[in-house]
T-cell receptor, first 112, second 113 residues
Framework: DQQVKQNSPSLSVQEGRISILNCDYT??????FLWYKKYPAEGPTFLIS?????DKNEDGRFTVFLNKSAKHLSLHIVPSQPGDSAVYFC???????????FGTGTRLKVLA | DGGITQSPKYLFRKEGQNVTLSCEQN?????MYWYRQDPGQGLRLIYY???????QKGDIAEGYSVSREKKESFPLTVTSAQKNPTAFYLC????????????FGEGSRLTVL
């Protein structure tokens, strides 16, 4: 039972364009969402998060959008840079439960 | 620097042997976690601990054991009962409560020969 899904295993984008990574969840109790970036053989690094009381959060080139009715969130990277090439994981949690559930990841390749 | 230290980074073991992965944090976080990463399967939760001397099973706890005797330390033992132990193991910590980011270590790659 995959509670957090990233249906696109990979995505290629030209440098300077927008990258949009998508994530869907099934558990309506999730109220906190995070995006992580991961390089091979390294630990994930935190990018941005959003609470369910918001529908948008921005940090520099990264913006996360949350659509609670659709149980969908997306990460926008503008402009995309070659250094953004990595695997991106979305994660969800329910406050008070201490459990963070991760998606399967999307491999982003930014072409120079 | 504050952070999470995992050791060893690479580990080889023979079938039938238990192995313990170390995880230490100096972030003063209450909660600690172990995840496993396999190709195409994302990060799956093995065990987590909210406070010292307490821990709960995650989604794939079979064949693993943990202890939390100190706030800073959360070692994971991969036992011989784990059928597919070859994987990349990640330790993480958080302030707690399911709100706030997880901070990850650099990971440990376990290969069973």
């Amino acid at each position: 039972d995959q509670q957090v899904k990233q249906n696109s295993p990979s995505l290629s984008v030209q440098e300077g364009r927008i990258s949009i990574l998508n994530c869907d969840y099934t558990n309506s109790m999730f109220d906190y969402f995070l995006w992580y970036k991961k390089y091979p053989a390294e630990g994930p690094t935190f990018l941005i998060s959003i609470s369910s009381i918001k529908d948008k959060n921005e940090d520099g080139r990264f913006t996360v959008f949350l659509n609670k009715s659709a149980k969908h969130l997306s990460l926008h990277i503008v402009p995309s840079q070659p250094g953004d090439s990595a695997v991106y994981f979305c994660a969800a949690s329910e406050s008070g439960t201490y459990k963070y559930i991760f998606g399967t990841g999307t491999r982003l390749k930014v072409l120079a | 620097d504050g952070g999470i230290t995992q050791s060893p980074k690479y580990l080889f073991r023979k079938e039938g042997q238990n192995v313990t992965l170390s995880c230490e944090q100096n972030l003063n976080h209450d909660a600690m976690y172990w995840y496993r990463q396999d190709p195409g399967q994302g990060l799956r939760l093995i065990y987590y601990s909210q406070i010292v001397n307490d821990f709960q099973k995650g989604d794939i706890a079979e064949g693993y054991s943990v202890s939390r005797e100190k706030k800073e330390s959360f070692p994971l033992t991969v036992t011989s009962a784990q059928k597919n132990p070859t994987a990349f193991y990640l330790c993480a910590s958080s302030i707690g409560g399911g709100i706030g980011e997880l901070f990850f270590g650099e990971g440990s790659r376990l290969t069973v020969l």
